[in-house]
Structures are given as C-alpha cells and as structure tokens.
Nanobody, 127 residues
Framework: QVQLVESGGGLVQTGGSLRLSCAAS????????MGWFRQASGKEREFVAT????????KIAASVKGRFTISRTTAGNTMYLQMSSLKPDDTAVYYC????????????????????WGQGTQVTVSS
C-alpha cells in the first residue's frame, strides 16, 4: 500500500502562483509513477500531469502546459506541482495519484490507471 498526502492548496488571485506537494509513504520501495488530477465542482476528474519513476518522462495537459510544472525528488517520495499564471478555471480539488511500475504507460492521463489516491487539496483562484 502507498499512502499519499497532498498539501499546498489555498486561495490565490488570478495570475498568482502556488506549489502543491504530495508526500508518499508506506510501501514506496518499489518504483511507481505519480500524477496530478483535478476535479472542479460538478465536473469529472481530469488529468493535469504525470511523471514517471526517476522523472524519466513527464506529461502535462494542454490546458496547463507552459503554466504548470511537475517534478519529484530524486528519492521519488515527494512530488510537486508548480502552478503559475493561475486562472479561475484552475479552481478545483487537486489530487495526487500513484501506480506501480518503472516503465512508462500509454494511459498516463486516465485516472483509472492509478490505484492510489490522496485526499485532495483545494485550489481556488479568484478573479
């Protein structure tokens, strides 16, 4: 089992920045990919970014490309989402997710591919 805990959410004005963190614990000795997803009120959960084991590959959703950056520590147990130029449309609960495996996978943007999830952290961007 892998436990995930997000932090860093909050209220920010349009154009502002936030950095989300996700700390993994438990059985983290095996390699695993990690990702960020978000869910706005009344909408489905959507892909934001995914990063592979040892940061070998990273993918970003088109809607946030150029504004968001995903990264993880060398040890792999902490993942970050640096968000800048935030817009009201970025308002959502942001979730950290993980799946085992050292290789990349084609469905990196599908939340169903991730069995481990954090509790989420709220990001609100005011206009």
């Amino acid at each position: 089992q892998v436990q995930l805990v997000e932090s860093g959410g909050g209220l920010v004005q349009t154009g502002g920045s936030l950095r989300l963190s996700c700390a993994a614990s438990g059985d983290t000795f095996s390699p695993y990919a990690m990702g960020w997803f978000r869910q706005a009120s009344g909408k489905e959960r959507e892909f934001v970014a995914t990063i592979g084991w040892r940061s070998n590959v990273a993918k970003i959703a088109a809607s946030v490309k150029g504004r968001f950056t995903i990264s993880r520590t060398t040890a792999g147990n902490t993942m970050y989402l640096q968000m800048s130029s935030l817009k009201p449309d970025d308002t959502a609960v942001y979730y950290c997710a993980a799946r085992r495996g050292s290789g990349w996978f084609s469905n990196f943007n599908n939340p169903n591919e991730f069995p481990y999830w954090g509790q989420g952290t709220q990001v609100t961007v005011s206009s």
